[in-house]
Nanobody, 112 residues
Framework: VQLVESGGGLVQPGGSLRLSCAASGFTFSRYVMSWHRQAPGKEREFVARIFGDSRRTDYVDSVKGRFTISRDNAKYTVYLQMSNLKPEDTGVYYC??????WGQGTQVTVSS
């Protein structure tokens, strides 16, 4: 059972990034998948989630209209498309599923 995040990096304010999370070892399509982030010195916070059939998505207010979560059940992968990035989006981004151990995360840094 594993979650492996990728796609992070350094981007200027207003820029975009697409994060990916590859899952293995469980029946991916049955799980609600979510993204979370942890900024330096702060608690980990919920960012977005998507239900197994992709019919429902939810976002924290601070990213609504800028981030889009999606998934490809055939590829066992969940994505987070991030646009109009702000410095306060900086942090380590993790994907998660209920009962599954956290992965290593991927660092996103928004800075000029």
């Amino acid at each position: 059972v594993q979650l492996v995040e990728s796609g992070g990096g350094l981007v200027q304010p207003g820029g975009s990034l697409r994060l990916s999370c590859a899952a293995s070892g469980f029946t991916f399509s049955r799980y609600v998948m979510s993204w979370h982030r942890q900024a330096p010195g702060k608690e980990r916070e919920f960012v977005a989630r998507i239900f197994g059939d992709s019919r429902r998505t939810d976002y924290v207010d601070s990213v609504k209209g800028r981030f889009t979560i999606s998934r490809d059940n055939a590829k066992y992968t969940v994505y987070l498309q991030m646009s109009n990035l702000k410095p306060e989006d900086t942090g380590v981004y993790y994907c998660n599923a209920p009962g599954i151990s956290w992965g290593q995360g991927t660092q996103v840094t928004v800075s000029s």
